[in-house]
């Protein structure tokens, strides 16, 4: 259950990422929220889709000062 909702997840975000030059999690998190949709991507579920991107090589993540994470597609 939770390897399908993490490969949903990862849709979600390709999409908010999809032609930006990337985006902070926190971004990611306001950006990926769409309650027309009933959709709103809690920590847990933003971190199983970026695991499941990461894992394709379809990011990269770089951390910012203050423990931030710039996430951008590859």
Known sequence: MLKQKAGEYAGVIWNALN??????????????????????????DLFLGLGWLLREEKI???????????????
């Open 19 to 44: 032609g930006t030059d990337g985006m902070t999690t926190k971004e990611l998190k306001k950006n990926t929220a769409k309650p027309e949709e009933k959709i709103k991507l809690t920590d847990k």
């Open 60 to 74: 990269s993540v770089q951390e910012l000062e203050g423990g931030e994470l710039f996430v951008k597609l590859i």
